[in-house]
């Protein structure tokens, strides 16, 4: 219930449709540096998982590697406004859209992904 998330009634949780692949598993297949879609995330870990991996503070700042640009996508504008909340500070290269994945061309007509998970 968005009223329930909105007044801070409920507790957030993660919910990991992937649970039987491990994060290290998926981040591995990804190179550093590159674009990724993560079309509906929900309310997953893996794109904070994925960001702290590959970035950004963590690594070398002269590596001549640009950090991994991460969007998170999914149907629900609720589950988008809570990771868009908990991520806005510490993750700068992590980007929030709402949208409906049958839709990717006309949500992003001028950007390509090197990497999309679904």
Same mark, same amino acid.
């Given at each position: 219930?968005?009223?329930?998330?909105?007044?801070?009634?409920?507790?957030?949780?993660?919910?990991?449709?992937?649970? /039987?692949? $491990? !994060?290290?598993?998926?981040?591995?297949?990804?190179?550093?540096?590159?674009?990724? %879609?993560?079309? +509906?995330?929900?309310? /997953?870990? $893996? !794109?904070?998982?994925?960001?702290?991996?590959?970035?950004?503070?963590?690594?070398? %700042?002269?590596? +001549?590697?640009?950090?991994?640009?991460?969007?998170?996508?999914?149907?629900?504008?609720?589950?988008?406004?809570?990771?868009?909340?908990?991520?806005?500070?510490?993750?700068?290269?992590?980007?929030?859209?709402?949208?409906?994945?049958?839709?990717?061309?006309?949500?992003?007509?001028?950007?390509?992904?090197?990497?999309?998970?679904?």
């Amino acid at each position: 219930n968005d009223d329930a998330w909105e007044s801070n009634e409920m507790i957030p949780f993660e919910y990991e449709w992937h649970a /039987s692949i $491990l !994060p290290d598993k998926i981040i591995a297949e990804i190179c550093p540096g590159s674009s990724v %879609l993560m079309v +509906g995330t929900g309310n /997953s870990a $893996l !794109p904070r998982v994925l960001y702290n991996s590959h970035n950004n503070d963590q690594r070398p %700042l002269n590596d +001549g590697v640009e950090p991994t640009h991460i969007t998170c996508m999914d149907y629900s504008p609720c589950c988008i406004d809570m990771l868009r909340t908990s991520h806005r500070i510490d993750y700068s290269k992590m980007d929030f859209v709402c949208g409906d994945a049958t839709k990717l061309s006309s949500l992003f007509p001028d950007q390509k992904f090197d990497y999309i998970i679904d």
